[in-house]
C-alpha cells in the first residue's frame, strides 16, 4: 500500500514521472457563515415601566374617544335629574311624576356610568395582554435567536473543517506511467517545454539508480538544465557536441563488420528518403565486401578511401600514402565485382557511399577512455549544417540500436533509458529498429516529435507506448491529436501552469562539450549534497522561474476546464502535457504540468490520484465526505531527496 505522507514518499523506480496534476479533492467553502444577530431598532428601546405607560395612555385616549357619546349621555341624565329635582321642589311638577323622571334619568345615567367603568376595564385588559403578547414575542425571538446562533455555529464548525480541509490538501499529484510501458512518444511541444520534461524525466530516472542516455537532435540544447542538475547532485556528466567532438566519440567500434556495415548502410540513406530494403541491402553488400577487405577495426576513413577506390575517384597513391588502404586491398577492391555492365552501378553506388560516409571520417579517430558516467548526452552543433547533423543523428542512433541488440536484456525495465529528442529528423526504418532493441533489453525509449509527420502518426503508441501530447501549432497536428485523445475528454488545467509558462524566457547558449576537457582538472563535487527540490530551485531555469513566482501566485488554487479540442491543443501552456496510456480498467487521459519546479512546492506529492485515496481510506475508513471523496492527510512538505540513493 502507497504511503501518501510526504515525508514517508520516495520516489519508485518502477514508474516513470511525466509530471503533476492538479486535482482539488475540496473546493473552496468560501466565506465563513454570517453570525445571526437581533433586529436592530431605529431608536433605544424604552425601559418596560415607560412602554407600559406609554400603551396604557394610548389605549385610554382611544377609549376616550369611542366613550365621549356616553359621557354626554349621562351628562345630560344628570343634569335632566337636576332640572326635574328643583321643578318638582319648586311646585311645578308633582312628586310622582318628579320620581318617575328621576328614576328614568338616574337609570340611564347609571347604565352610562357602568359602561365607561366596563370601557376602563376593557383598557387595562388590553394594556395588560398586549404587554403578555410583547413578552411572548420577545421570548419567541430570544428562543429563534438562540437556535440560529446554535446553528450557525454548527455551520460555522462545518465550515472550518471544510476550509482546513481544503488549505491542507494536496493539490498536485504525480502524473507516471508503470515502467511495463515500452516507450514513451510525446508528439508536439515547444524547446522550453522539451526541456521541461526531458529535465523533470531524467532527474527522477537518474535519482531511482537509472541510467539515461539522451541523443539531442532539436539543436536546442534541451537537456542543458538536466546536465546542470547531475553535476549539483554529484554526477560527471559526459557530453559530446558533433561535429566537434566526433574523433572522441567511440559509439560503434566495437562492432562487428555486418554490424558495422548496416550502420553505415542506414547512415547513407539519409538523404534518399524513398529508398527501399532492396536499395538498402544493395548498399549494405557494398560495405561488407569492402569491410571484408580492410578487415576487423576497420575506421570510416578507411572505409572511404576503399570507396574512392571503387568509384575510381582521386588517386588512389594519396590513400596509400596516408596508410589508409594498402596496395594489396587496393587491389583486391578493384577485382571486388568484376568487370562487366554492373561495373557502372557499383561505381556509381561506390561514389555515393563514399560523398555521404565521409562527414563521418574523423570518428574515433581521437577515442580516449572515459570516466564511467550515469548522464550522457550526443548534441548537434546548431552551427553545423543541417544535413550533416541528421546524417550524424542517424548513426548514433542506428549504432546504439546494434549495440543494444547485441546487449542482455536488462534486469529492470528503464534501467537504462535512452531519449531521442527530435526523432521526426530520423527516417522511420530507423526508428522501427531502435524500436525493437530497446523493447528486447528492456531499455526505457522516450521520441520528442516536433510534428505529426505521415511516419510519425504510423508509428504514434504502436505497441505498449504512452503518448503524451504537447502544444501542437500546426491546426491538422492538433486535430489529429484530439481525434487520437477523444473530444469528449474535459481536462483541468491550473492558473500556475499558465502563469508560469508565460513568464518563462527560452533557451539560450548551447551545451558545453566535456569530451574535449576530460584532460583538464575536474571540479570537485559536493558529496554531500542530498536535496534533489533544492538542486532543482538552484540549478534549473524552472526552478529560478518558480522562485521569482509570489507567494500569493504560488498558493493560488484556481483552475479551468476545456475539452480536448485542436483550437485548445494549439493554446496550451509550455509545460502542459496531455499523457494517455492503457490502463486493465481502459485508456487513461490525464493532463499534467511537466515543471520539475513543481516537485518543490509543499503541496505536492509523489503519489498518484487514485493511490492517494486508497491509501488515505485504508488508514481512516471514516475519512470520507459527504460527496464520497477522501480528505488527504498531508504532512510537511516534501522530503529531501537523496540525489546518488539507489547508485549502482
Given amino acids: 500500500?502507497?504511503?501518501?505522507?510526504?515525508?514517508?514518499?520516495?520516489?519508485?523506480?518502477?514508474?516513470?514521472?511525466?509530471?503533476w496534476q492538479y486535482i482539488l479533492l475540496h473546493p473552496d467553502p468560501g466565506p465563513p457563515p454570517k453570525r445571526p444577530s437581533p433586529v436592530e431598532e431605529p431608536q433605544p428601546a424604552p425601559t418596560p415601566d415607560v412602554a407600559a405607560?406609554?400603551?396604557?395612555?394610548?389605549?385610554?385616549?382611544?377609549?376616550?374617544?369611542?366613550?365621549?357619546?356616553?359621557?354626554?349621555?349621562?351628562?345630560f341624565m344628570l343634569v335632566l335629574a337636576v332640572l326635574i329635582l328643583a321643578a318638582a321642589i319648586a311646585g311645578y311638577l308633582a312628586w310622582p311624576f318628579a320620581f318617575a323622571g328621576l328614576t328614568a334619568a338616574g337609570g340611564v345615567a347609571a347604565?352610562?356610568?357602568?359602561?365607561?367603568?366596563?370601557?376602563?376595564?376593557?383598557?387595562?385588559y388590553r394594556v395588560l395582554e398586549q404587554q403578555a403578547r410583547d413578552e411572548r414575542r420577545r421570548e419567541e425571538r430570544d428562543k429563534e435567536l438562540f437556535r440560529a446562533q446554535e446553528e450557525h455555529a454548527q455551520r460555522y464548525r462545518e465550515w472550518q473543517d471544510s476550509k482546513e480541509r481544503h488549505d491542507r490538501q494536496l493539490t498536485w499529484y504525480a502524473v507516471a506511467v508503470p515502467d511495463e510501458i515500452d516507450r514513451i512518444d510525446v508528439a508536439g511541444g515547444t524547446l522550453p517545454g522539451w526541456s521541461a520534461l526531458i529535465t523533470l524525466l531524467g532527474a527522477t530516472r537518474l535519482y531511482s539508480g537509472g541510467h539515461l542516455t539522451v541523443l539531442d537532435?532539436?539543436?536546442?540544447?534541451?537537456?542543458?538544465?538536466?546536465?546542470?542538475?547531475?553535476?549539483?547532485?554529484?554526477?560527471?556528466?559526459?557530453?559530446?557536441?558533433?561535429?566537434?567532438?566526433?574523433?572522441?566519440?567511440?559509439?560503434?567500434?566495437?562492432?562487428?563488420?555486418?554490424?558495422?556495415?548496416?550502420?553505415?548502410?542506414?547512415?547513407?540513406s539519409?538523404?534518399?528518403?524513398?529508398?527501399?530494403?532492396?536499395?538498402?541491402?544493395?548498399?549494405?553488400?557494398?560495405?561488407?565486401?569492402?569491410?571484408?577487405?580492410?578487415?576487423?577495426?576497420?575506421?570510416?576513413?578507411?572505409?572511404?578511401?576503399?570507396?574512392r577506390a571503387l568509384a575510381q575517384v582521386g588517386d588512389p597513391r594519396d590513400d596509400l600514402r596516408f596508410g589508409l588502404i594498402t596496395a594489396t586491398q587496393l587491389e583486391r577492391i578493384g577485382t571486388l565485382f568484376g568487370r562487366g555492365v554492373s561495373d557502372r552501378v557499383v561505381i556509381e553506388r561506390a561514389w555515393a557511399l563514399e560523398s555521404q560516409l565521409r562527414k563521418l571520417e574523423t570518428l574515433g579517430t581521437e577515442a580516449v577512455r572515459l570516466p564511467p558516467a550515469r548522464l550522457r548526452v550526443v548534441s548537434m552543433d546548431r552551427q553545423a549544417g543541417v544535413f550533416g547533423n541528421r546524417v550524424l543523428g542517424t548513426y548514433v542512433a542506428t549504432a546504439?540500436?546494434?549495440?543494444?541488440?547485441?546487449?542482455?536484456?536488462?534486469?529492470?525495465?528503464?534501467?537504462?533509458?535512452?531519449?531521442?529528442?527530435?526523432?521526426?529528423?530520423?527516417?522511420?526504418?530507423?526508428?522501427?529498429?531502435?524500436?525493437?532493441?530497446?523493447?528486447?533489453?528492456?531499455?526505457?525509449?522516450?521520441?520528442?516529435?516536433?510534428?505529426?509527420?505521415?511516419?510519425?502518426?504510423?508509428?504514434?503508441?504502436?505497441?505498449?507506448?504512452?503518448?503524451?501530447?504537447?502544444?501542437?501549432?500546426?491546426?491538422?497536428?492538433?486535430?489529429?491529436?484530439?481525434?487520437?485523445?477523444?473530444?469528449?475528454?474535459?481536462?483541468?488545467?491550473?492558473?500556475?501552469?499558465?502563469?508560469?509558462?508565460?513568464?518563462?524566457p527560452g533557451l539560450?547558449?548551447?551545451?558545453?562539450?566535456?569530451?574535449?576537457?576530460?584532460?583538464?582538472?575536474?571540479?570537485?563535487?559536493?558529496?554531500?549534497?542530498?536535496?534533489?527540490?533544492?538542486?532543482i530551485t538552484e540549478s534549473t531555469e524552472w526552478g529560478r522561474t518558480a522562485d521569482?513566482?509570489?507567494?500569493?501566485?504560488?498558493?493560488?488554487?484556481?483552475?479551468?476546464?476545456?475539452?480536448?479540442?485542436?483550437?485548445?491543443?494549439?493554446?496550451?501552456?509550455?509545460?502542459?502535457?496531455?499523457?494517455?496510456?492503457?490502463?486493465?480498467?481502459?485508456?487513461?487521459?490525464?493532463?499534467?504540468?511537466?515543471?520539475?519546479?513543481?516537485?518543490?512546492?509543499?503541496?505536492?506529492?509523489?503519489?498518484?490520484?487514485?493511490?492517494?485515496?486508497?491509501?488515505v481510506m485504508a488508514l481512516d475508513p471514516k475519512a470520507r465526505d459527504g460527496d464520497g471523496e477522501p480528505p488527504p492527510n498531508l504532512g510537511p512538505p516534501p522530503p529531501r531527496l537523496d540525489w546518488r540513493k539507489g547508485r549502482q
Avoid at 405607560?53 to 351628562?75: A, G, S, W
Avoid at 347604565?111 to 387595562?124: E, F, M, P, T, W
Avoid at 493554446?571 to 515543471?595: C, E, F, K, M, Y
Wanted: hydrophobic letters at 40%; a negative charge; glycine letters at 6%.
Fill in 270 to 307: 539519409v538523404s534518399e528518403e524513398h529508398r527501399t530494403t532492396r536499395d538498402l541491402s544493395f548498399d549494405n553488400a557494398i560495405l561488407e565486401r569492402v569491410l571484408e577487405v580492410l578487415g576487423e577495426n576497420a575506421t570510416i576513413s578507411q572505409v572511404t578511401a576503399a570507396l
Fill in 53 to 75: 405607560q406609554e400603551l396604557l395612555r394610548r389605549e385610554r385616549r382611544q377609549e376616550d374617544m369611542l366613550n365621549q357619546p356616553v359621557r354626554i349621555v349621562r351628562t
Fill in 217 to 268: 537532435l532539436s539543436e536546442g540544447a534541451i537537456a542543458k538544465d538536466l546536465i546542470e542538475l547531475a553535476r549539483k547532485g554529484g554526477d560527471d556528466p559526459l557530453v559530446w557536441v558533433l561535429p566537434v567532438d566526433l574523433p572522441r566519440l567511440d559509439l560503434g567500434a566495437t562492432l562487428k563488420p555486418e554490424a558495422f556495415a548496416d550502420v553505415l548502410a542506414h547512415v547513407v
Fill in 548 to 615: 521569482k513566482i509570489s507567494e500569493k501566485e504560488r498558493v493560488l488554487q484556481r483552475s479551468r476546464e476545456f475539452l480536448v479540442e485542436p483550437h485548445q491543443l494549439q493554446q496550451l501552456p509550455t509545460t502542459s502535457v496531455i499523457v494517455t496510456d492503457a490502463t486493465a480498467q481502459g485508456r487513461r487521459v490525464r493532463l499534467a504540468d511537466a515543471n520539475p519546479a513543481i516537485l518543490t512546492f509543499p503541496k505536492t506529492t509523489l503519489g498518484e490520484l487514485e493511490e492517494v485515496r486508497e491509501a
Fill in 111 to 124: 347604565i352610562c356610568s357602568y359602561a365607561l367603568l366596563q370601557g376602563d376595564r376593557a383598557v387595562k
Fill in 1 to 19: 500500500m502507497t504511503d501518501v505522507h510526504p515525508e514517508h514518499a520516495q520516489l519508485q523506480a518502477d514508474r516513470i514521472y511525466l509530471g
Fill in 400 to 504: 546504439l540500436t546494434h549495440i543494444l541488440r547485441q546487449s542482455p536484456a536488462s534486469d529492470r525495465p528503464w534501467y537504462h533509458t535512452i531519449i531521442v529528442a527530435g526523432a521526426d529528423k530520423l527516417r522511420g526504418d530507423v526508428l522501427d529498429r531502435l524500436m525493437d532493441a530497446c523493447e528486447t533489453s528492456r531499455t526505457g525509449l522516450v521520441l520528442t516529435y516536433r510534428s505529426l509527420t505521415p511516419t510519425v502518426r504510423e508509428r504514434l503508441g504502436r505497441g505498449h507506448a504512452a503518448v503524451a501530447f504537447m502544444r501542437l501549432g500546426n491546426a491538422e497536428d492538433a486535430r489529429v491529436a484530439s481525434e487520437h485523445v477523444g473530444t469528449e475528454h474535459r481536462l483541468e488545467l491550473a492558473q500556475l501552469t499558465e502563469t508560469i509558462s508565460e513568464s518563462l
Fill in 508 to 535: 539560450d547558449g548551447g551545451y558545453t562539450s566535456t569530451i574535449s576537457q576530460l584532460d583538464d582538472d575536474r571540479e570537485t563535487r559536493d558529496e554531500s549534497h542530498a536535496d534533489l527540490a533544492g538542486d
